[in-house]
């Protein structure tokens, strides 16, 4: 198994867990795909689901990704 930093769920159920990039599970936990971490410099560490649908992850060195 693997040792996620952190999960997020958005509006329709998809859910983001962060192991070092962040995988892509629905609502039944089949992994959809993975969004590598994509030069952050640091480890991703934590992420969230914004009102608006956009994904906001951050790393150990304090850098943010977003995206839709």
Known sequence: PKDYRAIAVDQQGLIYAVNPGIDRYNQGGSLLGTIADTGTGGI?????????????????????????
Do not use: P, R, W
Request: charged share 20%; no cysteine; net charge negative.
């Open 44 to 68: 991703l560490s934590d992420v969230d689901i914004a009102s608006d649908g956009e994904l906001i992850a951050s790393s150990t060195n304090g850098k943010v990704i977003v995206s839709n």
